[in-house]
């Protein structure tokens, strides 16, 4: 059976560092599983590769779309495992590193083809948050616990889902079929102690500002891209946005980065502790790990 290597994790734990070192070890080609990397322009709020990098180990779907289009996880399922069997055909390990997991479920499990129930019905959830918060929780507590509290674009789209299907989103993922099918998903999450995270999600907090994030989004205004675009609702994004707009102070803005990243790194590993065959490795296991990996035939 072929495999795949996942490299999974919370936000600043360290996912791209050890995917390098393995890509280098077990001749691999890393693709990219982070909805805002997907995304031309938006680099110093993702911590994204630096290209001297990419020429060292080649990495796929980073700065794919130049626009502001969505790009829904079915999207990302049908190119990323296109990618995927071609890294293979090549003798190549595909090395998908990331840490949005609806993506990595739509890639490992497939998606549901549960259409559009059209603008208005959508927009009659948009004017009523509250309503939609309680019912998302209702409908389906385990998906809410994914998307965290204020992702009221996916809570949307479960409505959406339940009204068309009759099936909440995890009744429907239960129900679908992998485009990978044949292959073998294995899957390492790493492992760091809590409050060696939250350091690392500080320092890289301070790193984005030291490294020009405000200045990267004044850029990307004056060449037309709008509020509105996805990768600005992304953290970081939308406090720099606020920052800009005079709604916050500098200090006020770091400071809301870093508890909403905690927070989001704290959903992150609700998920993981959920997922199935799931080995938590420390970032300093590379000769365990490539033993692993190379075992596995």
């Given at each position: 059976?072929?495999k ?28 990219n ?39 829904s ?37 497939g ?11 959508r ?27 204020s ?16 099936k ?75 920052f800009i ?53």
């Amino acid at each position: 059976m072929k495999k795949i290597l996942a490299i999974l994790g919370p936000t600043g734990s360290g996912k791209t560092e050890l995917s390098i070192k393995l890509a280098l070890l077990l001749n691999g080609e890393v693709i990219n599983c982070d909805s805002v990397q997907l995304y031309k322009g938006f680099d110093i709020g993702t911590d994204k590769i630096p290209l001297e990098l990419r020429e060292k180990v080649p990495h796929h779907l980073i700065d794919l779309i130049s626009d502001c289009r969505r790009f829904s996880a079915a999207d990302y399922a049908r190119l990323a495992s296109e990618k995927i069997k071609e890294i293979a055909s090549r003798g190549k390990l595909p090395i998908l590193v990331g840490g949005t997991f609806l993506y990595f479920r739509a890639l490992e499990k497939g998606l549901f083809p549960v259409g559009s129930a059209g603008e208005k019905f959508r927009n009659k959830w948009r004017k009523n948050p509250l309503e939609l918060w309680h019912r998302t929780i209702e409908l389906d507590p385990e998906y809410y616990l994914k998307i965290g509290a204020s992702d009221f674009k996916r809570m949307i789209r479960l409505m959406e889902v339940f009204y068309l299907s009759g099936k909440n989103m995890i009744e429907n993922f239960r129900e679908t079929r992998s485009p990978l099918q044949e292959w073998r998903f294995l899957k390492l999450a790493i492992k760091r102690d809590r409050k060696e995270l939250y350091r690392r999600i500080e320092e890289r907090t301070e790193k984005m500002f030291k490294n020009g994030i405000i200045e990267e989004v004044r850029n990307l205004l004056a060449l037309g891209y709008p509020e509105s675009c996805p990768p600005f609702e992304a953290i970081g994004y939308k406090e720099v946005l606020a920052f800009i707009k005079g709604d916050l102070t500098l200090e006020e803005t770091k400071r809301l980065v870093k508890k909403h990243t905690k927070e989001y790194a704290r959903r992150q590993l609700m998920w993981l502790r959920r997922e199935e065959n799931l080995l938590w490795v420390s970032p300093e296991e590379i000769d365990k790990i490539v033993k692993m990996v190379k075992e596995d035939e």
